[in-house]
Each structure stands twice: as structure tokens, then as C-alpha cells.
């Protein structure tokens, strides 16, 4: 469950605090470092990370009594710190694939009038994704708005061959309740 587009984007929390007056104050920015304490046997007896700011002098120190089980893999693979693509005067900020290699794409993205990452739910515009049809051909889905939970707002009922009529049954949306 961590790393569903709703746990990706909103339920990671910092793990440190920068000073007030650091101009990465209520962000996430921070170097991240590994140091691994091996006794004389070679058995790893502590992992700690180290995070910190060069800009306000925060570090914070987070350790384990064992090694940290470390996966790799790329923001193209979980959507999540990939840059937001424009489709229909919207932005779309993608979550991850169904699996590693999809060649479909992410399975979701959330819709954002503003190019900025959505930091909670109330920041989502919309939200597209994609499932299969009857007959296996990949079919777009769109709702308005997030809840807390992860649901959407309101259901569009219906789908669409591609990802860009979707967004744009959202953008037309938006239009019609802020005209």
C-alpha cells in the first residue's frame, strides 16, 4: 500500500524538520546518506541514514539494528517525482505502472490545474486512469475531485478510447463551475 498513487503522493510524511527560515522549510529536500557499522565478524550490527540541509544546517539521524533492504527503481516506474505533463490545458502527475515494465503507462494520474504536485487531496482537480474493456483494449476513466480516502468526487459514468478525451471531459467540467 505504499506506493499507490494516493500513498505516494500524500502519505509520506518528512522525516526531519528544516530550521524556519530554510528556503526548503515544508519540503522534502534534503541529502540522504548511508553508513553501515559492521562488527570484527562482518555481521552488520547498525544502518544509519543521515539527512541534511546545507542551506539551514538541520541533520537528523535515523538508524536500524540491522541492514535497510534498499530498492532501486525510477520515478517512469512508480509515476511519483516525474515531471508533469500538460494534455488539455491540465497537468497530469502520474502514479505507478501495474507492473514493473508496463508498456501502458501508469494505471492513473491525478489532474492539477496548477503545474505543482498536489500535496493533499484538495489539490486534486481530477483523476484519469485506465482499465481494460470487454474486448482487452486499454479504456480511460475520469472522475472530479479527491476525497481523503482516495475516492473520487464525482464519477464521469462513462469512458473513453484515449487518455486525452478523458482530461478533457475534466477540463470541460472545471469550465462549466467556474463560468
Excluded at 565478524?41 to 536500524?64: I, K, N, P, Q, S
Excluded at 462513462?158 to 478523458?166: E, G, I, N, T, V
Excluded at 475534466?170 to 463551475?177: F, G, P, S, T
Aim: charged share 25%; proline share 6%; net charge positive.
Amino acid at each position: 500500500m505504499a506506493r499507490n498513487i494516493s500513498s505516494l503522493y500524500f502519505r509520506y510524511e518528512p522525516v526531519a524538520a528544516h530550521l524556519p527560515d530554510c528556503p526548503h522549510a515544508g519540503t522534502g529536500m534534503w541529502e540522504a546518506t548511508r553508513h553501515t557499522w559492521r562488527g570484527f565478524d562482518g555481521e552488520v550490527r547498525e544502518t544509519t541514514l543521515r539527512l541534511a540541509c546545507h542551506a539551514c544546517g538541520a541533520v537528523a539521524f535515523m538508524a536500524a539494528d540491522r541492514e535497510i533492504e534498499v530498492e532501486r527503481t525510477s520515478a517512469s516506474e512508480i509515476g511519483y517525482a516525474s515531471r508533469p505533463e500538460r494534455v488539455a490545458g491540465l497537468w497530469l502527475h502520474p502514479g505507478p505502472r501495474i507492473w514493473r515494465g508496463d508498456d501502458r503507462g501508469p494505471t492513473s494520474y491525478y489532474v492539477t490545474v496548477a503545474r505543482d504536485r498536489p500535496r493533499d487531496p484538495a489539490g486534486v482537480a481530477g483523476v484519469v486512469g485506465w482499465h481494460l474493456g470487454k474486448r482487452g483494449g486499454v479504456r480511460w476513466g475520469a472522475g472530479l475531485g479527491q476525497t481523503g480516502s482516495g475516492c473520487v468526487r464525482e464519477p464521469a459514468g462513462q469512458d473513453w478510447p484515449s487518455r486525452r478525451a478523458a482530461v478533457a471531459w475534466i477540463a470541460a467540467r472545471i469550465a462549466e463551475v467556474t463560468s
